[in-house]
């Protein structure tokens, strides 16, 4: 942030440091990028150098991340495990999803679908096969990655909520085909279990399995954030930001040479192709796979999920993912009501905030500047020395201090100046004065020179006249007036007037 | 043969009822109402309800005026479910950026809200509504026809005629289909938005409380029984091109027959195969529709 607003203070933590190791940064190996973002600066007031931490995102994720690998195994429970693990597996799926709707741009609704997809492959051929689970994973990622590819042919031709009826329609005629199928559990409604596992199923009784179990899921989430993290900063992602957000961007980047479809279509293939091995994984964690997966509602709990985070963040995917399913899973005793509280949620999200609970500060930031701009313009007393817009363009914060001390101390003159005080100046230009009228008169002194009123002597005791100084070495003063006055004190309380004058008329 | 027809025809006039009100909403409203089926099971309920009490205070179980109470009272329930849901995501969203999306979200948060809360109330049965118009059957020779089955294609059939030539004649259809056309140059001269739009609401919420009692004859209202004819709708209003009503009676008719065809011919569980097929070979051919008439118009 620059500093756009007068008296805003933000906390930015500063590292000093010596001049002399300025330019030593660290650089991930093989990229040029940092670690935390550090700008370097001189401090204004004490002249130090120091660094200030920009962007404080990465810390923030390292806490959470922490917070969410931990919290679950220091409590040690099997319900905290399994909501953990439900946590880890839906914000690996929304990572994804966030990857398809925010960064490709394309509203499918089948993801949730493709991690079935993945899910029940994997089940059916362990189970068919015997093969075990490090294959499973390959198998549920080609499977993922084969379903993006179908759902990807029609969204060259349809778009937006056509592709999203679709997409919500190929889900369904997954959910049906395997009601329907014998092979994929179609009798025991679509429930298909009997897979390898990772952990075996005699070891999940124990704490050890289950931490283990955990910590498998909370690395699905780690390689789902780095994917994201790759696809979406890397140079893919800044291609399809160029033509996100309307038609006349798609235009634009077509016209410079972005083949944005493309783009896109690689973006779905790899998130589909990740999907799968979500779906794989879920398998190889749950021993099998459940209709659960298709189901219509589920996926709108996944949207508000989402939605509540804010679309298009990975931070906001994990936690509207945080939030909903702790709400779904713990209060599991509220019945329908947590769902409602959960549609609520969602209701206020959309109604009040533009992005989710992550596009919040910028928009509280707006906000705020909105109502500074409006305190700032309706402002007439405090920055009265200078118009209302020109305060954030002064970048030294003691002038606009100065200003206003002279603004208010000739707010205090002016109500001094009585018609005694003027006769009192009348009858004694010189000479000892009245507390009032003696501080006025040390104001005036201290003006500066440039257009400064002074007595010009015509000729010795018999003509003076008022003349304004021009302040500019060798250019002389102009005339005020063609009025000469016959004594000195006559001059000196013309000029006294005069000031006066000048005094009421300014503000 | 007439059999088949009569329940393909009584299916899409169930169907087309939904569909019209969605593709209504869209067009006019330029919000994608997923809360419609929400809608639809409060008119349901509401006619649940007005049965059971005629049933409990009047000992009414059946007859003309039940009948009309119940059409009246379910189209009236919807009508305000529909207003209900324009309070909440259409009058707060629909000037801020990014009104198409977040009026999806907002629809959908309200099916979900409205679902649940369903459930608390009435419970997770089904509820029967009373048949009105008998349980008598029309036979012709061999064949037979319910009287249900031939009310609700007249029923339906009639509505959705009113429906069109009020479109088409009266002055709020003139500002409706303005609004369709641009809604910024439908405000410029004069068009309210807000109204006309809680007006489309209502209309559509009407047409679907309708839809629900008349489905109400073959099956039972209960939470969840608004997704079906929802998804269906969804279906047959992007088939038929949202925002035209021929088109969208058209699709109507064509998904009401391959649903009977295959629920006849083949199993009732290929059904949804079957129309999806056809939905996805009309969309392949005709990106927008049957209808087609929004091509760049809302954008």
Same mark, same amino acid.
């Given at each position: ?100 709707? *925010? ?26 096969? &015997? ?16 379903? *993006? ?59 050890? &399995? =289950? ?32 033509? +996100? ?15 944005? +479809? ?25 021993? *099998? ?29 994990? #936690? ?8 779904? +899973? ?81 707010? =205090? ?18 000479? =000892? ?46 005339? #005020? ?27 | ?63 003309? @005026? ?43 948060? @309200?099916?979900? @809200? ?186």
């Amino acid at each position: 942030m620059s500093n756009s607003s007068v008296g805003r203070r933000r906390l930015i933590p500063r590292w000093r440091v010596k001049s002399s190791s300025l330019s030593r940064r660290f650089r991930v190996p093989g990229t040029k990028r940092s670690l935390l973002r550090f700008e370097g600066r001189y401090n204004p007031k004490t002249l130090q150098r120091e660094l200030i931490l920009r962007d404080k995102k990465p810390l923030f994720w390292l806490i959470g991340l922490f917070a969410l690998a931990f919290i679950p195994i220091a409590i040690g429970q099997q319900l905290v495990f399994s909501i953990f693990g439900s946590i880890c597996f839906f914000a690996a799926v929304n990572v994804f999803w966030t990857l398809i709707i *925010g960064t490709a741009g394309l509203q499918s609704f089948a993801s949730l679908a493709t991690v079935g997809v993945g899910a029940y492959a994997a089940t059916y051929l362990s189970i068919t096969y &015997g093969i075990s689970w490090p294959v499973m994973l390959v198998i549920g990622t080609a499977f993922g990655g084969l379903m *993006g590819l179908i759902i990807s042919i029609p969204a060259r031709r349809l778009d937006g909520l056509y592709y999203a009826l679709l997409t919500i329609g190929i889900s369904e005629f997954c959910r049906n085909y395997i009601t329907q199928s014998d092979a994929l559990g179609g009798q025991f409604n679509g429930a298909l279990f009997g897979a390898d596992r990772i952990v075996p199923e005699e070891a999940m009784q124990t704490t050890t &399995g =289950q931490t283990i179990a955990y910590l498998t899921s909370f690395v699905v989430l780690l390689i789902s954030l780095a994917i994201f993290r790759v696809v979406s900063g890397g140079r893919i992602g800044i291609l399809l930001r160029t033509a +996100q957000s309307s038609k006349e961007d798609e235009s634009f980047a077509s016209a410079i040479g972005i083949d944005f +479809q493309r783009a896109r279509l690689l973006v779905f293939l790899i998130a589909s192709a990740a999907l799968g091995f979500v779906g794989a994984f879920y398998a190889t964690n749950q021993g *099998g796979a459940s209709l659960s997966l298709f189901s219509l509602d589920q996926m709108l709990l996944l949207l508000a999920m989402i939605v509540i985070g804010g679309l298009g963040k990975a931070e906001g995917a994990v #936690v509207g993912t945080v939030i909903v399913v702790f709400l779904n +899973q713990w209060f599991t005793s509220w019945g329908p009501w947590r769902i409602v509280l959960v549609g609520i949620l969602m209701l206020a999200s959309v109604l009040y905030t533009r992005n989710g609970l992550f596009g919040l500060r910028q928009q509280l930031i707006e906000i705020r500047e909105r109502r500074k701009a409006l305190s700032r313009a309706t402002r007439t007393t405090r920055y009265g020395a200078f118009l209302p817009e020109q305060g954030p363009e002064i970048p030294d914060k003691g002038v606009i201090a100065e200003r206003e001390f002279e603004r208010a101390i000739r707010d =205090q003159l002016r109500d001094w100046i009585t018609p005694e005080i003027i006769e009192e100046h009348r009858l004694s230009p010189m000479g =000892q004065h009245s507390d009032h009228l003696e501080r006025i008169l040390n104001y005036f002194r201290k003006q500066p020179i440039s257009n400064k009123y002074v007595v010009y002597c015509e000729e010795s005791y018999k003509a003076y006249r008022v003349v304004a100084l021009s302040g500019i070495p060798g250019v002389p003063p102009r005339s #005020v007036d063609d009025k000469t006055y016959s004594n000195l004190d006559e001059a000196y309380h013309a000029v006294f007037l005069r000031r006066i004058n000048d005094l009421k008329s300014q503000h | 043969m007439i059999e088949l027809l009569a329940s393909a025809l009584v299916l899409a006039s169930m169907y087309g009822l939904v569909a019209v009100g969605i593709s209504l909403t869209w067009s006019s409203v330029g919000m994608l109402n997923l809360a419609q089926g929400f809608v639809f099971t409060a008119g349901g309920y509401v006619a649940y309800l007005f049965a059971q009490y005629m049933a409990k205070n009047f000992s009414i179980r059946d007859g003309l @005026i039940l009948s009309l109470g119940v059409v009246v009272l379910g189209m009236l329930g919807s009508a305000v479910a529909g207003l209900l849901v324009g309070g909440l995501a259409f009058l707060p969203l629909h000037d801020r950026i990014n009104f198409p999306v977040r009026g999806l979200i907002a629809t959908l948060a @309200i099916s979900i @809200i409205g679902t649940q809360i369903f459930m608390v109330i009435f419970g997770p049965q089904s509820k029967p509504l009373p048949q009105i118009f008998g349980i008598k059957r029309l036979k012709f020779g061999e064949f037979s026809i319910a009287y249900g089955q031939i009310g609700t294609i007249v029923v339906a059939t009639i509505v959705l005629l009113l429906v069109t030539l009020w479109m088409r004649n009266s002055r709020r259809g003139l500002q409706m289909r303005a609004m369709m056309m641009n809604p910024l140059g439908a405000n410029m001269v004069g068009v309210s938005v807000r109204t006309t739009g809680m007006i489309a609401l209502a209309l559509s919420g009407a047409l679907s409380g309708l839809a629900s009692v008349l489905l109400g004859q073959i099956f039972f209202v209960s939470p969840t029984s608004g997704v079906q004819p929802l998804i269906v709708g969804l279906i047959i209003s992007l088939a038929g091109g949202l925002g035209s009503m021929p088109g969208t009676v058209a699709a109507a008719v064509l998904l009401g027959l391959v649903e009977a065809v295959t629920a006849r011919y083949a199993e009732q569980s290929l059904v949804p195969f079957a129309q999806f097929a056809l939905v996805i070979a009309i969309l392949t051919f005709r990106p927008r529709g049957l209808g087609g008439v929004l091509e760049d118009v809302r954008e």
